[in-house]
């Protein structure tokens, strides 16, 4: 049995000419162990970098971040404002209806691939059926 339970996996459609494009979801670790969510890829995309929006100084500020931890229990929301994965260098728009491969790694749990629904521009996991 898979420990992670990836929930809502979104993308935002891109503009014409955009070259990143961000992801969001749910994660949450069912297992009895502390794991780390430690790069992700996708064919979509050259480059995928995980993220945290964060206010510094009255400041909203985009930083990358090496990994994300996952302790048992645990339930991680990738949202607007929040943790993102943002996709580096797009091969190409993403548009409404379309669907993508994401894989995740995680230190201890190996590679999960989840598809990614690609949804309108500015949408939000919360917003998906």
């Known amino acids: 049995m898979d420990p992670f339970l990836i929930d809502r996996p979104i993308a935002r459609a891109t503009v014409p000419g955009a070259t990143t494009a961000i992801v969001f979801f749910t994660i949450s670790n069912a297992g009895k162990e502390t794991d780390r969510l430690l790069r992700a890829s996708t064919p979509v995309a050259s480059g995928v970098a995980l993220h ?3 206010v510094e100084g009255g400041m909203m500020k985009m930083r990358a971040v090496p990994s994300l931890e ?17 996709l580096l260098d797009l091969k190409h728009p993403l548009k409404a209806g379309e669907k993508f491969p994401m894989m995740l790694t995680f230190e201890r749990g190996g590679t999960v691939t989840v598809p990614v629904q ?3 521009l500015g949408a939000t996991p919360a917003e998906r059926k």
């Not at 996952?70 to 404002?81: F, T, V, W």
């Open 118 to 120: 690609v949804e309108a």
């Open 70 to 86: 996952l302790r048992p229990g645990a339930r991680i929301e990738l949202q607007p404002g929040g943790y993102h994965l943002m």
């Open 52 to 54: 945290q929006m964060a």
